[in-house]
């Protein structure tokens, strides 16, 4: 049964300050990972998907990088700003439709 | 395009009592999903759709129906609320079920007591 995990649970980082957000999977059959922001009490909304076959994707300050092999992906916010905080998932889709971690919180000072 | 939407946004009901969430999506996508997330837990699958008159068991399954009559519908039925179904509903849709990013409705947020 594939498993998602992100560390860490919470961040909270200073205005300006790059940072990584981490997840992993159990099970490296997978055809796409996904990254949503959620903010509090609304819906996700889809940041970056890669797919299996590539490395990395980028959108503005964010770039997402995939090691299918390693189990491993990390999200990498450049130049944070208040606006970025909110709850970050990421997700596996393999045999079965997405199988979601559980977020990182992220909290920018200004 | 009005994306995903989820009706009703906010409901209260009483053990025992039934309901039925509604999610309507306008982009002719083909895969329709229900999920419930819960402090701690994630977001977890109940049921989705590959497509019109379809359904198929998630992760957490009990306790809910699903229909899909229509291609922009999807509904989640609960028979006889529990206040272990006390939770955020989402509903998601995309084209492909593996190619493609979901896209989410903004939510219903369910008491049972």
């Known amino acids: 049964k594939q498993e998602v995990t992100q560390i860490p649970a919470a961040l909270s980082v200073p205005e300006g300050e790059n940072l990584v957000l981490n997840c992993s999977f159990t099970?490296?059959?997978?055809?796409?990972l996904q990254w949503f922001r959620q903010d509090p009490g609304k819906g996700l909304t889809s940041l970056l998907l890669i797919q299996s076959s590539q490395r990395e994707q980028t959108s503005g300050r964010l770039n997402a990088s995939l090691d299918k092999s390693s189990g491993r992906s990390t999200l990498y916010i450049a130049a944070s700003q208040p606006g970025d905080s909110a709850t970050y998932l990421c997700?596996?889709?393999?045999?079965?439709?997405?199988?979601f971690g559980k977020g990182t919180r992220l909290s920018v000072i200004a | 395009n009005a994306g995903v939407t989820q009706t009703p946004k906010f409901r209260v009901l009483k053990t025992g009592q039934s309901m039925t969430l509604l999610c309507a999506q306008d982009m002719n996508h083909e895969y329709m999903y229900w999920y419930r997330q819960d402090p701690g837990m994630g977001l977890r699958l109940i049921h989705y759709?590959?497509?019109?008159?379809?359904?198929a068991k998630g992760e957490v399954p009990d306790g809910y129906n699903v229909s899909r009559l229509k291609k922009q519908n999807f509904l989640l039925g609960l028979e006889s609320a529990a206040p272990s179904q006390t939770s955020v509903y989402f509903c998601a849709s995309s084209y492909a079920v593996v190619q493609e990013t979901q896209y989410f409705g903004p939510g219903t947020r369910l008491l049972v007591l």
């Open positions: 759709s590959v497509g019109e008159g379809t359904t």
């Open positions: 997700a596996v889709s393999g045999n079965t439709p997405l199988v």
């Open positions: 099970d490296s059959a997978i055809y796409n």
